[in-house]
């Protein structure tokens, strides 16, 4: 005859399953984690006011009390490549109570210009690497340790990739600038772009690797350039781009081929600033076709929700502030960006 349960071991069962959300897929995810935000903030304020902009918008993600902040970009289009201006901004930068997690914008680079007018950005790349990500932690007064590419011998260059994971959900950076990924029609060997396409390759095939071996929930890829990844066969991203080669193509197909293969959610998240194109959705908005999201963010203030084991796993909410001024959700500057005059060193 067999013994009824007695009450011990009931509360027992019941707290085993409360300790765990079983998924239809069969993976787990403790139960009571919380969601948590991330403040996305983007360097689109004007030369002049650069300082107290960035200053101020830091402050503001410190009172949403964010998991995590990412910075999109140093500085703005025009304003100086110099090793003075970078070092000012990652001073500004680590101000930031919360771990903060820079995501290099084409803006920062690949436009600069030493004093006789030939360009210089792959030095001044190098040097932003040799200044903003000389160790295996975040900017920022707390601590968040990050894993960066450049660990890799054969990598050593690309420091700025990094990854780490929160609640079952890896984050990761990668350098895709806008302009076309810096894809350049001048003769000869495009070594850059060709290198860094290796290194962005090797990458990708790595994050969405160990999302899928470690079985989470979710991917959240941050970059500058919008790769355009759910473009219909035969999009071209050409139009006002003297070349007829698209610098986002391998990036774009590569990652498509990996979501398919990967059963979780991945979502792409860019700071582009080029003008809209036709068709595009309103920025802000998180469009989907099947587990790859895409949303571009414009302006200098956005927050993203994850909430662990839970559907969506991904949304955008208004910041604190904006909902006690009463301003609409995610605010975005108006108009289409107008593109300054590339800086000098």
Not at 45 to 54: I, K, M, Q
Not at 309 to 322: K, M, Q, V, W
Request: hydrophobic content about 40%.
């Amino acid at each position: 005859m067999t013994r009824r349960a007695g009450p011990a071991l009931l509360l027992l069962g019941a707290a085993l399953l409360a300790a765990a959300a079983v998924r239809a897929d069969g993976r787990t995810r403790a139960a009571g984690e919380a969601p948590f935000d991330i403040a996305v903030i983007g360097h689109t304020f004007p030369d002049e006011l650069g300082d107290a902009d960035l200053k101020r918008t830091i402050a503001r993600a410190d009172h949403e009390k964010p998991a995590f902040v990412i910075a999109t970009g140093i500085k703005s289009e025009d304003e100086p490549c110099s090793d003075k201006l970078y070092l000012q901004r990652k001073a500004l930068l680590n101000k930031s109570t919360q771990p903060l997690v820079l995501v290099l914008t084409g803006a920062d680079w690949t436009g600069c210009r030493n004093s006789a007018g030939r360009s210089n950005a792959i030095e001044r790349l190098n040097r932003i690497r040799e200044i903003y990500y000389d160790g295996q932690e975040a900017l920022g007064r707390r601590p968040l340790d990050v894993n960066r590419q450049s660990t890799i011998t054969k990598f050593r260059s690309y420091a700025e990739n990094a990854y780490w994971e929160m609640h079952g959900v890896l984050f990761a950076t990668i350098n895709v600038p806008a302009r076309n990924n810096h894809y350049l029609i001048e003769a000869g060997r495009n070594s850059e772009y060709e290198d860094r396409l290796v290194a962005n390759r090797a990458w990708l095939q790595r994050l969405f690797g160990m999302a899928k071996r470690r079985q989470l929930d979710g991917l959240v890829l941050f970059s500058d350039g919008d790769v355009r990844i759910h473009a219909e066969p035969g999009f071209s991203l050409l139009a006002g781009f003297s070349t007829k080669h698209d610098g986002f193509a391998e990036t774009r197909r590569l990652t498509r081929v990996l979501a398919e293969n990967y059963p979780g959610k991945v979502l792409l998240v860019d700071a582009n600033r080029e003008p809209p194109v036709k068709g595009d959705p309103a920025p802000g908005t998180i469009t989907w076709r099947g587990n790859l999201g895409h949303v571009t963010l414009r302006g200098e203030w956005n927050v993203l929700r994850v909430a662990p084991g839970a559907e969506p796993l991904f949304t955008l909410h208004p910041a604190e502030a904006d909902k006690a001024n009463g301003q609409p959700k995610l605010p975005v500057e108006g108009g289409a960006p107008k593109r300054p005059a590339r800086s000098e060193r």
